[in-house]
């Protein structure tokens, strides 16, 4: 009991700590310079939304009325001359500013779900290249367990060669197949690199982060389309349109002008004139009705396109689903045959001190085992990959 609780204190500690992938996951959406955007055009459109409200500005016109064409200015002997100042304001019915500015917000939502989306996209794209990163230092370590594997064969073939018993083209081969692995170790290093910089790219900036261990990553356990980010996404663009039809509801409603003018007349009395205008929807059915009409279709045609998209992001992550399952059963395949090689080149081994085998022959069956166990990371790799874009579905 007493070794129980430091390993379960232990266990609470590490579990309060993100782990590298996670740090890395933090600073990327604290730094990727695209995702700040989202902010300002979500604010964008709220100011939009703000000036929709307003009224217009109002037009301040000058004028002289009624001048004769001998003299261009009023006079006591022409009454109905003078200098004219008449201040004009339009005014939309709050009915229309009030819709229009629904529309504009219902886009500042919009940006709220691509942000969302675009967070998403981030995410599983810095997780695949972390993935990437983790696999290069695998090979290395296989390459490196290969290496040693190589130089023992040549410790036992050189002690072979002293006593007449191994052919020099043995210790040849054996030294070739060394140069090739140095070569594979620096193909994993520049790989590591180029997948270092992307990473770097996605992040806007430089974290430190370190690979970890290659384990395959759990799929799924369930998925539900509706939770799906586009999805989402979509059923406000669904929103948008239907304020836009509302909006179009409304364009036949009469938008009023009313203006005052002071006319100042030389010598005579000053005039003041009022004025109340509006406009008449006599063209309602070949104008407005048609605006009506044209966004009552496209509303119609987001919510086919709402469905479209739900059944495919639904397969979608049946896809990636099934793809997981094959991977899995094919990864078990290849622990199989790797320790039924390992077997096998352990007898192999024990012959070839006895002289009953040659080292081509335990060569042949090193490199099938080399193979499975390169197979067998980058099936790994690819479950955690297939996990991050599922992931992303969500």
């Known amino acids: 009991m007493k070794m129980l609780i430091p390993l379960v204190i232990l266990f609470v500690i590490s579990a309060s700590f993100p782990g590298p992938l996670e740090r890395l996951v933090e600073f990327a ?3 990727n310079p695209r995702l700040k955007s989202f902010e300002n055009r979500r604010e964008s459109f709220k100011y939009r939304a703000d000036f929709s ?21 009023p006079r006591k002997e022409n009454p109905m001359s003078g200098f004219v100042v008449f201040l004009s304001q339009k005014y939309p019915l709050p009915a229309k ?19 969302e989306k675009f967070k998403k996209e981030l995410v599983k794209n810095i997780k695949n290249l972390y993935w990437e990163y983790s696999y290069s230092f695998e090979i290395e370590r296989i390459l490196q367990d290969i290496e040693k594997e190589i130089n023992s064969l040549i410790d036992i073939t050189e002690e072979k060669y002293r006593y007449g018993k191994a052919l020099l083209s043995d210790l040849i081969l054996l030294k070739v197949e060394l140069l090739k692995v140095k070569e594979r170790l620096s193909e994993a290093e520049k790989l590591r690199e180029t997948v270092k910089s992307k990473i770097y790219a996605l992040a806007g900036g430089k974290p430190p982060f370190e690979p970890v261990e290659l384990k395959a990553v759990n799929f799924l356990e369930s998925f539900d389309p509706e939770i799906n980010i586009s999805v989402k996404l979509f059923k406000q663009k669904v929103e948008t349109a239907k304020r836009e039809v ?3 509801k409304v364009e036949h409603y009469p938008d009023l002008t009313l203006s005052a003018g002071y006319m100042a007349r030389p010598e005579i009395p000053d005039l003041l004139t009022f004025r109340l205008g509006l406009t008449l929807p006599v063209w309602y059915s070949s104008r407005e009705k048609k605006l009506v009409l044209e966004k009552t279709e496209l509303y119609r045609a987001r919510l086919l396109e709402l469905e479209d998209i739900k059944l495919s992001v639904e397969g979608d992550f049946r896809a990636l689903e099934s793809e997981y399952r094959i991977n899995t059963e094919i990864l078990k395949t290849i622990e199989e045959e790797i320790e039924e090689k390992k077997k096998e080149i352990s007898a192999l081994l024990i012959a070839y001190e006895y002289d009953r085998t040659d080292i081509r022959e335990i060569l042949r069956a090193y490199r099938i085992l080399w193979s499975l166990e390169f197979d067998r990371a980058k099936v790994i790799k690819t479950l955690n990959q297939i ?8």
Do not use: G, H
């Open 29 to 31: 959406l604290e730094n």
């Open 53 to 73: 409200r307003s009224l217009p500005n109002p037009m301040l016109t000058f004028s002289l009325n009624n001048v004769e064409t001998e003299r261009l200015f």
């Open 97 to 115: 500013r009030n819709r229009s500015s629904e529309i504009f917000l219902a886009k500042a939502q919009e940006v709220d779900f691509s942000r």
């Open 246 to 248: 509302e909006r179009a």
């Open 387 to 394: 996990v991050a874009k599922a992931e992303a579905l969500q």
